[in-house]
């Protein structure tokens, strides 16, 4: 099975703030790789898939990147609506696994 | 819009069988897709149980398989989840969602996720 790890566990920065999240896959997975974020109380939302394409309707300050093993989710300025739990998940033969999630918030 | 409804049984006893119901809506099942269950527990991160498609293909995450049902009712639009011989570490959030099973995979929609703990 693959295994998915994200660093680091949490986190916490002030409003304008670059913020970057890493997701390292134990192995290859291509670029099969989505983020999601999870506001308290509330369910998963798709942020970006297969890597690097933003969802429809999801602010342009979220970016993903990578492939292979590794890889990089960005908040180029971080708003304080951004604060949750962000959590990475790959697909490999009809198998989903999340990573165990990065939780941010606001310095 | 394509939304999600999970319903059933906010109490479950150890051992007996955890049985839930996602009403679709804004959608037809049969249109295609998997859908999807996922769990999280209090606190901790996201677990995939399992996904079914209109025809009734299922696959299951290994660590549950022996204990995991999903089934699908087309004509009333609705998937459901049964998980026997359930335990505390079965309490969790229950979500249903809408998953692309074409890689990259992934849950695009989600219910609001119902809350499930066995306890007797």
């Known amino acids: 099975d693959i295994q998915m790890t994200q660093s680091p566990s949490s986190l916490s920065a002030s409003v304008g703030d670059r913020v970057t999240i890493t997701c390292q896959a134990s192995?290859?997975?291509?670029?099969?790789l989505n983020w999601y974020q999870q506001k308290p109380g509330k369910a998963p939302k798709l942020l970006i898939y297969?890597?690097?394409n933003l969802e429809t309707g999801v602010p342009s300050r979220f970016s993903g990147s990578g492939s292979g093993t590794d890889f990089t989710f960005t908040i180029s300025s971080l708003q304080p609506e951004d604060i949750a739990t962000y959590y990475c998940?790959?697909?490999?033969?009809?198998?989903?696994?999340f990573g165990p999630g990065t939780k941010v918030d606001i310095k | 819009q394509v939304q999600l409804q999970e319903s059933g049984p906010g109490l479950v006893k150890p051992s007996e069988t955890l049985s839930l119901t996602c009403a679709v809506s804004g959608y037809s099942i049969s249109s295609g897709y998997y859908w999807g269950w996922i769990r999280q527990p209090p606190g901790k991160g996201l677990e995939w149980i399992g996904s079914i498609y209109h025809s009734g293909s299922t696959y299951y995450n290994p660590s549950l398989k022996s204990r995991v049902t999903i089934s699908v009712d087309t004509s009333k639009n609705q998937f459901s989840l049964k998980l026997s011989s359930v335990t505390a570490a079965d309490t969790a959030v229950y979500y249903c969602?809408?998953?692309?099973?074409?890689?990259?995979?992934?849950?695009?929609?989600w219910g609001q996720g119902t809350l499930v703990t066995v306890s007797s």
């Open positions: 969602a809408r998953a692309m099973i074409v890689a990259p995979g992934y849950f695009d929609y």
């Open positions: 998940q790959q697909y490999d033969n009809l198998i989903f696994t």
């Open positions: 297969d890597a690097s």
């Open positions: 192995q290859d997975i291509s670029n099969y």
